[in-house]
C-alpha cells in the first residue's frame, strides 16, 4: 500500500505552485504519492503542468470549478495512501518537516497527526510560529480522543494533520461540498470528535504563507455571508451533537459557543452589514444567529478555561478596537437578543477612529503642498531640483525645510537616491515628535508663504498597518491652516515594475520574492489609487492633483510640470541635465540582487553588499521587462478597472488602448538566467564586505581546569552589612 497521499489543491496559485511541490517532493519518504487536483480548468490544461511537475505525479482535473472542499475530496477519493494530507497551492513544507510528521502518524498509528505551522510576514520570507501553536502545540503530545486532547478542538486548520485513510472511510469523513469556502474548520470539528487517537508532532512543518491585505474596504456578499453564517450552525451542531449524546461534556459545547461568538466580533463583516441592511437575505441571518446562539450566556469564570485563554481576543487590542470583558458579555447578550442596532453602536464606541481633520490652535501661515512621493515616479529627481534650487524658491516665497530631509549621502544602497523628508516619517515611526516641532519653529521663522513637502512612501502603500501610520501623520499635519496634496501617476505596469525592483535592491527581506508573488501581494492595493489618496482628499478636504510621470519625461518636462502642478508655473527655477538620477536596475541586476536577499542574515550586510555590486555591475545591459506583456495588459486592466474614474475626475486621463496596442506587438522572451557578469559582481562585493567573526578572545589567561569533584567546591558569601544586622538580630 502507498504510505502517503500529498493532495494539492490548485486554483490560480501559479506564482506559488513550484515552490509547493518542490517543498513535497524533496520529503525523505520513499513512495509517496503527489496528487495535484485542478480545479480551475477553463484556464489550466496539461500543458501548463507539463514541466511543473515531477514523474509519478497524479493530475486530475475537475471538469467545471467546484470549490476548495470538492477538490480536496476528488484528491481523498483517488488516493491510494495509508494516510493522506493537504498542502494548499500557495503553502510549502519546511526541509523533512512532512517526513517527520508522517513518521510520527506511523509511530502513534493516530487518527489524527497534527503539527504546528510557520506564518510567514507578509511578502516576506521570514516566519514566525502560528500564535495558537506557539501557546497551545509545541510539545509533542497524546490523547485517546478529544477528551484526552482538549485543546485539539482548535486545531488550526485541516491542512494542519495528516489523516489515517481507514479512519476517513470508516467514518465516511469528507469535505462538505455545501461550504466551497470556510470548510477548515467544520472538517477539523468532524476528525476530532471521531477520533480514537489524536496526536501532535510538537514543532512546525509547514509555512502558512500570510498574503498581504486589500487597503480597499468593499462590502462581503450575501452570499459569502450565507457560507459563513452556515458555517458556525454546522460547527456549533457538531458539538452540541456529541454533548447531547454524552460522549463529550459539557465545557466542550461552551469553548465552540464562545469561540462562535468570537468569531462575529472579529472574523466577520456579517454584524456591519446586519445593521446596515433590510436586505431580506440578512433578515434571515438575524433570525438565524439568534437561534444559533440560544439562551446559554457566559460569567467570567469562562476566561479562567485554560483552553480558552490560548485562543480569546478579549482584552486585546484588535482591528474592532479593545474589547474588554464586559464588553463581550454585553456584545454576546445583544446578538442573543437580536438587538443588531446596539451590537453595532457598542463596536462604533470601542473601533479606533480614523483621523479627521482638526483645527490648530495656532496655525501656521503658509500653504503646505505635500508631494505625495510614489516610488519611481520621478521623486528622487524632483526632490534633487527641491534641495537644489531651495534658495531660489525662498525667494519666490516658498520654503523647502531642511528639516527631516535626509542627507544626499544617505545610506541609499543604490547611487543617487534621495528620499526627501523621510526624515518625518522615521520620526512618526518611531514615536519621536521632536522632529516635528523642530519643523514647525523652522517655519514659524521663515517669512514663507508656501511650505513643500516631499518624501517617498508618504503614502504608506504597503503597510499593514497603514491606518494607524496615517493618523499619525495627520496629527502632526493638524498645525497647517490649508494643504493641497499632489502625486505624480505613472503607467502602471511600468511602476509597478520599477516598484518592485526598488523593493529588492534596497536589501531588505522583502525584496526575496518573485516579480510573480509580488503581484500577487501588492497589484490590487498599488493599482488602486482611489483607496491609496483618499484618506488624503478626506482629512485635507481637496482633491489630490496628479500629473502624468510618462508624458512629462516624453517631453523632458517633469520638473516644469511638476512647477505648474504646484502652482510655480511662471520662471520656476530652471530644469539641470547635471543633477543624479535614480534609475531602476535591469532585470539581471535585480535578480541577483534577489538571490542575495534571500539567503538571510542581518540587513545591513545585505545593503553593503549590493551598494558595493550596484557601483560595479552594468545596471542597464538587460533592459527587458521582468513581467511578460500579458501580465503587463493585466495590471493596466486592473487599473483601468479599480482606478480609471477616480483619476480621469483629476485630470490624469492616458491612452489606455495605445499601451494595450503596443504591448499587442510587443516581442518578449522570459530571463533564463544570471549572466556571469552579475554574479561575478555580486561575489566580489560580498567578499570585500566580509568580515571577521564576532567572538573575541579573553583579554586574560585561562583559569585551571577545576575537579568535577562537587565537594572541592567552596562558596563565599560576604553580605552587606544591614544584612548582617538583620540576621544577628535574630540569632
Given at each position: 500500500m502507498t504510505p502517503l497521499s500529498l493532495i494539492i489543491t490548485f486554483y490560480n496559485e501559479t506564482a506559488f505552485f513550484d515552490m509547493a511541490v518542490q517543498s513535497v517532493v524533496t520529503q525523505a519518504i520513499d513512495g509517496l504519492e503527489l496528487i495535484v487536483v485542478n480545479d480551475n480548468p477553463d484556464q489550466f490544461d496539461d500543458s501548463w503542468f507539463a514541466d511543473r511537475l515531477p514523474d509519478g505525479a497524479r493530475l486530475i482535473h475537475h471538469d467545471i470549478n467546484r470549490g476548495l472542499s470538492a477538490a480536496r475530496n476528488t484528491g481523498i477519493d483517488a488516493s491510494t495512501g495509508k494516510f493522506i494530507g493537504f498542502l494548499d497551492a500557495d503553502d510549502y513544507f519546511t526541509s523533512d518537516g512532512l517526513a517527520q510528521q508522517y513518521a510520527l502518524a506511523q509511530r502513534s498509528g493516530a487518527d489524527v497527526t497534527h503539527a504546528a505551522c510557520f506564518l510567514s510576514r507578509p511578502g516576506s520570507p521570514d516566519v514566525d510560529v502560528l500564535r495558537r501553536d506557539a501557546l497551545m502545540f509545541l510539545e509533542p503530545r497524546q490523547g485517546a480522543g478529544l477528551e484526552n486532547f482538549e485543546e485539539a478542538q482548535f486545531f488550526t486548520s485541516s491542512w494542519a494533520s495528516l489523516y489515517r485513510r481507514d479512519f476517513l472511510d470508516k467514518f465516511n469523513?469528507?469535505?462538505?461540498?455545501?461550504?466551497?469556502?470556510?470548510?477548515?474548520?467544520?472538517?477539523?470539528?468532524?476528525?476530532?470528535?471521531?477520533?480514537?487517537?489524536?496526536?501532535?508532532?510538537?514543532?512546525?512543518?509547514?509555512v502558512w504563507r500570510r498574503r498581504a491585505g486589500s487597503i480597499s474596504v468593499s462590502p462581503t456578499n450575501p452570499d459569502i455571508h450565507r457560507l459563513q453564517v452556515q458555517l458556525l450552525e454546522k460547527c456549533l451542531g457538531v458539538i452540541r451533537k456529541r454533548v447531547a449524546a454524552e460522549t463529550l461534556p459539557a465545557r466542550f459545547e461552551k469553548r465552540e459557543l464562545f469561540n462562535t461568538v468570537g468569531r462575529l466580533i472579529w472574523d466577520m463583516d456579517l454584524i456591519d452589514r446586519l445593521v446596515e441592511n433590510n436586505d431580506p437575505d440578512y433578515t434571515d441571518f438575524a433570525q438565524r444567529i439568534v437561534s444559533l446562539l440560544g439562551v446559554d450566556s457566559f460569567g467570567h469564570p469562562i476566561f479562567d478555561d485554560e483552553v480558552l485563554a490560548h485562543i480569546t481576543r478579549v482584552g486585546m487590542k484588535t482591528k474592532r478596537g479593545f474589547v474588554s470583558r464586559t464588553d463581550f458579555f454585553e456584545l454576546h447578550r445583544m446578538l442573543r437578543e437580536g438587538d443588531f442596532d446596539s451590537v453595532g453602536n457598542r463596536l462604533a464606541a470601542i473601533k479606533p477612529k480614523h483621523a479627521t481633520r482638526k483645527a490648530p490652535a495656532k496655525p501656521l501661515r503658509p500653504k503646505l503642498i505635500l508631494h505625495l512621493g510614489m516610488h519611481k515616479t520621478g521623486s528622487t529627481y524632483l526632490q534633487h531640483h527641491l534641495v537644489h534650487h531651495r534658495a531660489a524658491l525662498a525667494s519666490k516665497g516658498i520654503l523647502v525645510p531642511n528639516t527631516g530631509i535626509a542627507n544626499i549621502k544617505h545610506a541609499s544602497v543604490r547611487q543617487g537616491g534621495l528620499p526627501g523628508h523621510y526624515g518625518l516619517i522615521r520620526a512618526l515611526q518611531k514615536r519621536d515628535f521632536g522632529l516635528w516641532k523642530s519643523l514647525r519653529r523652522e517655519i514659524e521663522n521663515s517669512p514663507a508663504k508656501t511650505v513643500i513637502l516631499s518624501c517617498e512612501n508618504m503614502l504608506f502603500p504597503l503597510g499593514e498597518t497603514r491606518d494607524a501610520q496615517l493618523r499619525a501623520l495627520f496629527e502632526q499635519l493638524d498645525m497647517f491652516r490649508e494643504i493641497q496634496c499632489v502625486a505624480v501617476v505613472r503607467r502602471p505596469d511600468r511602476y509597478l515594475e520599477a516598484f518592485y525592483k526598488e523593493q529588492v535592491s534596497n536589501g531588505q527581506r522583502l525584496g526575496s520574492r518573485t516579480i510573480q508573488e509580488f503581484m500577487v501581494d501588492e497589484a490590487e492595493n498599488l493599482t488602486n489609487?482611489?483607496?491609496?489618496?483618499?484618506?488624503?482628499?478626506?482629512?485635507?478636504?481637496?482633491?489630490?492633483?496628479?500629473?502624468?510621470?510618462?508624458?512629462?519625461?516624453?517631453?523632458?518636462?517633469?520638473?516644469?510640470?511638476?512647477?505648474?502642478?504646484?502652482?510655480?508655473?511662471?520662471?520656476?527655477?530652471?530644469?539641470?541635465?547635471?543633477?543624479?538620477?535614480?534609475?531602476?536596475?535591469?532585470?539581471?541586476?535585480?535578480?541577483?540582487?534577489?538571490?542575495?536577499?534571500?539567503v538571510g542574515g542581518e540587513v545591513t550586510y545585505r545593503q553593503d553588499v549590493l551598494r558595493d555590486f550596484f557601483k560595479v555591475v552594468p545596471t542597464d545591459q538587460d533592459p527587458e521587462p521582468l513581467l511578460s506583456p500579458s501580465e503587463r495588459q493585466s495590471l493596466i486592466a486592473l487599473f483601468q478597472e479599480q482606478s480609471a474614474p477616480f483619476v480621469a475626475q483629476r485630470g490624469y486621463t492616458p491612452d489606455y488602448s495605445k499601451w494595450h496596442a503596443e504591448l499587442d506587438q510587443t516581442d518578449w522572451a522570459p530571463l533564463q538566467w544570471i549572466g556571469q557578469p552579475?554574479?561575478?559582481?555580486?561575489?566580489?562585493?560580498?567578499?570585500?564586505?566580509?568580515?571577521?567573526?564576532?567572538?573575541?578572545?579573553?583579554?586574560?589567561?585561562?583559569?585551571?581546569?577545576?575537579?568535577?569533584?562537587?565537594?572541592?567546591?567552596?562558596?563565599?558569601?560576604?553580605?552587606?552589612?544591614?544584612?548582617?544586622?538583620?540576621v544577628n538580630r535574630f540569632r
Amino acid at each position: 500500500m502507498t504510505p502517503l497521499s500529498l493532495i494539492i489543491t490548485f486554483y490560480n496559485e501559479t506564482a506559488f505552485f513550484d515552490m509547493a511541490v518542490q517543498s513535497v517532493v524533496t520529503q525523505a519518504i520513499d513512495g509517496l504519492e503527489l496528487i495535484v487536483v485542478n480545479d480551475n480548468p477553463d484556464q489550466f490544461d496539461d500543458s501548463w503542468f507539463a514541466d511543473r511537475l515531477p514523474d509519478g505525479a497524479r493530475l486530475i482535473h475537475h471538469d467545471i470549478n467546484r470549490g476548495l472542499s470538492a477538490a480536496r475530496n476528488t484528491g481523498i477519493d483517488a488516493s491510494t495512501g495509508k494516510f493522506i494530507g493537504f498542502l494548499d497551492a500557495d503553502d510549502y513544507f519546511t526541509s523533512d518537516g512532512l517526513a517527520q510528521q508522517y513518521a510520527l502518524a506511523q509511530r502513534s498509528g493516530a487518527d489524527v497527526t497534527h503539527a504546528a505551522c510557520f506564518l510567514s510576514r507578509p511578502g516576506s520570507p521570514d516566519v514566525d510560529v502560528l500564535r495558537r501553536d506557539a501557546l497551545m502545540f509545541l510539545e509533542p503530545r497524546q490523547g485517546a480522543g478529544l477528551e484526552n486532547f482538549e485543546e485539539a478542538q482548535f486545531f488550526t486548520s485541516s491542512w494542519a494533520s495528516l489523516y489515517r485513510r481507514d479512519f476517513l472511510d470508516k467514518f465516511n469523513l469528507r469535505f462538505d461540498v455545501e461550504q466551497p469556502k470556510f470548510e477548515d474548520r467544520l472538517f477539523v470539528l468532524e476528525t476530532v470528535t471521531a477520533a480514537r487517537l489524536i496526536a501532535t508532532l510538537g514543532a512546525p512543518t509547514r509555512v502558512w504563507r500570510r498574503r498581504a491585505g486589500s487597503i480597499s474596504v468593499s462590502p462581503t456578499n450575501p452570499d459569502i455571508h450565507r457560507l459563513q453564517v452556515q458555517l458556525l450552525e454546522k460547527c456549533l451542531g457538531v458539538i452540541r451533537k456529541r454533548v447531547a449524546a454524552e460522549t463529550l461534556p459539557a465545557r466542550f459545547e461552551k469553548r465552540e459557543l464562545f469561540n462562535t461568538v468570537g468569531r462575529l466580533i472579529w472574523d466577520m463583516d456579517l454584524i456591519d452589514r446586519l445593521v446596515e441592511n433590510n436586505d431580506p437575505d440578512y433578515t434571515d441571518f438575524a433570525q438565524r444567529i439568534v437561534s444559533l446562539l440560544g439562551v446559554d450566556s457566559f460569567g467570567h469564570p469562562i476566561f479562567d478555561d485554560e483552553v480558552l485563554a490560548h485562543i480569546t481576543r478579549v482584552g486585546m487590542k484588535t482591528k474592532r478596537g479593545f474589547v474588554s470583558r464586559t464588553d463581550f458579555f454585553e456584545l454576546h447578550r445583544m446578538l442573543r437578543e437580536g438587538d443588531f442596532d446596539s451590537v453595532g453602536n457598542r463596536l462604533a464606541a470601542i473601533k479606533p477612529k480614523h483621523a479627521t481633520r482638526k483645527a490648530p490652535a495656532k496655525p501656521l501661515r503658509p500653504k503646505l503642498i505635500l508631494h505625495l512621493g510614489m516610488h519611481k515616479t520621478g521623486s528622487t529627481y524632483l526632490q534633487h531640483h527641491l534641495v537644489h534650487h531651495r534658495a531660489a524658491l525662498a525667494s519666490k516665497g516658498i520654503l523647502v525645510p531642511n528639516t527631516g530631509i535626509a542627507n544626499i549621502k544617505h545610506a541609499s544602497v543604490r547611487q543617487g537616491g534621495l528620499p526627501g523628508h523621510y526624515g518625518l516619517i522615521r520620526a512618526l515611526q518611531k514615536r519621536d515628535f521632536g522632529l516635528w516641532k523642530s519643523l514647525r519653529r523652522e517655519i514659524e521663522n521663515s517669512p514663507a508663504k508656501t511650505v513643500i513637502l516631499s518624501c517617498e512612501n508618504m503614502l504608506f502603500p504597503l503597510g499593514e498597518t497603514r491606518d494607524a501610520q496615517l493618523r499619525a501623520l495627520f496629527e502632526q499635519l493638524d498645525m497647517f491652516r490649508e494643504i493641497q496634496c499632489v502625486a505624480v501617476v505613472r503607467r502602471p505596469d511600468r511602476y509597478l515594475e520599477a516598484f518592485y525592483k526598488e523593493q529588492v535592491s534596497n536589501g531588505q527581506r522583502l525584496g526575496s520574492r518573485t516579480i510573480q508573488e509580488f503581484m500577487v501581494d501588492e497589484a490590487e492595493n498599488l493599482t488602486n489609487l482611489e483607496a491609496l489618496l483618499a484618506p488624503f482628499e478626506a482629512y485635507t478636504g481637496t482633491p489630490v492633483r496628479l500629473m502624468d510621470f510618462d508624458e512629462a519625461t516624453e517631453q523632458s518636462a517633469l520638473w516644469p510640470d511638476f512647477c505648474k502642478m504646484i502652482g510655480l508655473s511662471k520662471r520656476h527655477p530652471k530644469a539641470l541635465d547635471d543633477l543624479p538620477r535614480y534609475p531602476s536596475p535591469d532585470r539581471q541586476a535585480t535578480e541577483a540582487a534577489r538571490l542575495l536577499n534571500s539567503v538571510g542574515g542581518e540587513v545591513t550586510y545585505r545593503q553593503d553588499v549590493l551598494r558595493d555590486f550596484f557601483k560595479v555591475v552594468p545596471t542597464d545591459q538587460d533592459p527587458e521587462p521582468l513581467l511578460s506583456p500579458s501580465e503587463r495588459q493585466s495590471l493596466i486592466a486592473l487599473f483601468q478597472e479599480q482606478s480609471a474614474p477616480f483619476v480621469a475626475q483629476r485630470g490624469y486621463t492616458p491612452d489606455y488602448s495605445k499601451w494595450h496596442a503596443e504591448l499587442d506587438q510587443t516581442d518578449w522572451a522570459p530571463l533564463q538566467w544570471i549572466g556571469q557578469p552579475y554574479l561575478d559582481a555580486l561575489i566580489g562585493a560580498r567578499l570585500r564586505n566580509e568580515r571577521p567573526s564576532t567572538q573575541r578572545l579573553s583579554s586574560k589567561p585561562a583559569q585551571a581546569a577545576r575537579s568535577s569533584d562537587a565537594s572541592l567546591l567552596t562558596f563565599r558569601v560576604r553580605p552587606r552589612p544591614w544584612l548582617m544586622r538583620i540576621v544577628n538580630r535574630f540569632r
